[in-house]
T-cell receptor, first 116, second 110 residues
Framework: ETGVTQTPRHLVMGMTNKKSLKCEQHLGHNAMYWYKQSAKKPLELMFV???????ENNSVPSRFSPECPNSSHLFLHLHTLQPEDSALYLC???????????????FGSGTRLTVV | GQNIDQPTEMTATEGAIVQINCTYQ??????LFWYQQHAGEAPTFLSYNVLDGLEEKGRFSSFLSRSKGYSYLLLKELQMKDSASYLCAVRALDGQNFVFGPGTRLSVLP
């Protein structure tokens, strides 16, 4: 267990469904992230939360809606997705203080999403 | 702009040494990280360089040249379990965000 837990591990949803991905970190970190990992493409940053405030929204379509109710939990709400949204969605956390060096991410195992 | 390049795939033999290169052009630099990702699993932190030179950690070493925008990950005494994707990531100046390379899929053969 990496200290960052994501559920569910696998999700198949239709284009008209609404679902949510959940991420929980047990590391006391103060920043959390959503990344999208598609086949043969680099990890793409979607959202960044620092101290529970969204600090980055990387031009992500509105059909993806993040929520960070506290520093330990992060959600990604999904609705009316497209087949091209099928990918591995990774959550990560870090302990950052704006330029504090040497701290990498701790990633969750991801949710494998298939949109049919 | 941000761009990180790595070879897509590499193959090596068990017990050998392999070097995975990474070149980057980013608008800021606050450290370079290497991650290992086995299929279906989370990426895990391997190494970190912020100053030029070589960092050694057991069988793994990572090198950085900031003037050349270049890094490599060196894996010695390869084992079958080293078969994985290796991700190069550059940290932006704001200290929070990473730009990831496409990853290099390494296959270790017996």
């Amino acid at each position: 267990e990496t200290g960052v837990t994501q559920t569910p591990r696998h999700l198949v949803m239709g284009m008209t469904n609404k679902k949510s991905l959940k991420c929980e970190q047990h590391l006391g970190h103060n920043a959390m992230y959503w990344y999208k990992q598609s086949a043969k493409k680099p990890l793409e940053l979607m959202f960044v939360y620092s101290l529970e405030e969204r600090v980055e929204n990387n031009s992500v379509p509105s059909r993806f809606s993040p929520e960070c109710p506290n520093s330990s939990h992060l959600f990604l709400h999904l609705h009316t997705l497209q087949p091209e949204d099928s990918a591995l969605y990774l959550c990560a956390s870090s302990q950052d203080q704006g330029g504090k060096l040497g701290y990498g991410y701790t990633f969750g195992s991801g949710t494998r999403l298939t949109v049919v | 702009g941000q761009n990180i390049d790595q070879p897509t795939e590499m193959t090596a033999t068990e017990g050998a040494i392999v070097q995975i290169n990474c070149t980057y052009q980013t608008s800021g630099f606050n450290g370079l990280f290497w991650y290992q990702q086995h299929a279906g699993e989370a990426p895990t932190f391997l190494s970190y360089n912020v100053l030029d030179g070589l960092e050694e950690k057991g069988r793994f070493s990572s090198f950085l040249s900031r003037s050349k925008g270049y890094s490599y990950l060196l894996l010695k005494e390869l084992q079958m379990k080293d078969s994985a994707s290796y991700l190069c990531a550059v940290r932006a100046l704001d200290g929070q965000n990473f730009v990831f390379g496409p990853g290099t899929r390494l296959s270790v053969l017996p």
